[in-house]
């Protein structure tokens, strides 16, 4: 167990639907990443949120937003869903590693959307 | 831009080495990660390179050459746990710790 929070697991829906993915980071880390990941494309960077606040934005969609509340999770809301936007969603964490002394991320187990 | 590139697929054998190169081409370097996925699973920390030079850290070692934008993770007696994907990361030093990763290299470990 990564620490790493992230629901649902699973999520079968519809294209023109609308989802939301919610992620918890470990205790005591203030920064949460979502990464989506496609078979096509690997692992993608969306959208960072330190201590709240937006900090970094990948190749995020319009159709797509983040948000990061004051109890440090966060949700991803994807709408007007596409066949294309089926893949695995990952949240991640960082803290120092004690061995390397580097910010390392920590992944969640991942939220896989499949969009029929 | 950033472009970071590894071979798709190596098969090797239990009890073989294998390395899995990784070279890169970012604007700005700020360290190379190498993580360990597992298929469905989640990515997991292996290796970080900020210096030129070989980290070792058990069965697995990491080099980093920046002049060349080149690294590799070296994996010694290879067991079948190993089969997975291995995922090259870079972070750029505007990133905030974001990172941008490799399409990955799927390693297959035979008897």
């Known amino acids: 167990d990564s620490g790493v929070t992230q629901t649902p697991k699973h999520l079968i829906t519809a294209t023109g639907q609308r989802v939301t993915l919610r992620c918890s980071p470990r205790s005591g880390d203030l920064s949460v990443y979502w990464y989506q990941q496609s078979l096509d494309q690997g692992l993608q960077f969306l959208i960072q949120y330190y201590n709240g606040e937006e900090r970094a934005k990948g190749n995020i969609l319009e159709r797509f937003s983040a948000q990061q509340f004051p109890d440090l999770h966060s949700e991803l809301n994807l709408s007007s869903l596409e066949l294309g936007d089926s893949a695995l969603y990952f949240c991640?964490?960082?803290?120092?590693?004690?061995?390397?002394?580097?910010?390392?991320?920590?992944f969640g187990a991942g939220s896989r959307l499949t969009v029929l | 831009g950033q472009n970071i590139d590894q071979p798709t697929e190596m098969t090797a054998t239990e009890g073989a080495i294998v390395q899995i190169n990784c070279t890169y081409q970012?604007?700005?370097?700020?360290?190379l990660f190498w993580y360990q996925q597992h298929a469905g699973e989640a990515p997991t920390f292996l290796s970080y390179?900020?210096?030129?030079g070989l980290e070792e850290k058990g069965r697995f070692s990491s080099f980093l050459s920046r002049s060349k934008g080149y690294s590799y993770l070296l994996l010694k007696e290879l067991q079948m746990k190993d089969s997975a994907s291995y995922l090259c990361a870079v972070r750029v030093p505007s990133g905030y710790s974001t990172l941008t990763f490799g399409k990955g290299t799927m390693l297959l470990v035979s008897p």
């Open positions: 970012t604007s700005g370097f700020n360290g």
């Open positions: 390179n900020v210096l030129d």
């Open positions: 991640a964490s960082s803290a120092r590693d004690s061995i390397s002394g580097a910010n390392v991320l920590t």
